[in-house]
């Protein structure tokens, strides 16, 4: 499933739809190059599930856990190359009774719990952004867009 941003905010609205299919425990991967919008589009996500507070890349921590109904936990594995047991012993928490957005899923190099939905941006100029949405559940793609190819 493909769509095109061309906004921010189109970013958002698109997580925002997304949103409304998830549920507690769901993993979401938000991937693609530096400033492609994944923090955007947790962002989006993140006020359609009643966060309130600011929304940021974690950047001093790998994580932010916001409270809401179910809370929304958001990872950034940037400088994460692999897991050390330790390590993944502190994320654990972050996917427990939650819904968790995961910014550089590659660094956890399959660690992750399954994945239910996996996000995919990439630049096409400076305004407009391909968002790519995978799931193996067919009908969560089409309940959501409507069809293969779809603008928001
Ligand atoms: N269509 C668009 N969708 C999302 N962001 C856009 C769009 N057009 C321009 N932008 C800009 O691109 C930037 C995306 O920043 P954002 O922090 O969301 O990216 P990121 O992928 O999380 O970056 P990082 O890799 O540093 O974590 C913002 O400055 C935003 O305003
Ligand atoms: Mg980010």
Redesign the pocket.
Known sequence: MELR????A??EAVAARLAGVLYVGDVVAVS??????????VRGACRALGVTGAVT?PTFTIGHRYEADPDVSHL?L?RFQGFSAAEWGDLEPYFQDAICFV?WPEAAAGALPPVRVAVR?SHMD????LITVESSEKALLNGLFGGADSRV
């Open positions: 941003s061309a906004s921010p189109e970013t693609g190059e530096l400033g492609s919008g994944k923090t955007t589009f890349s950034d940037f910014e941006l400076p305004a407009h952004r």
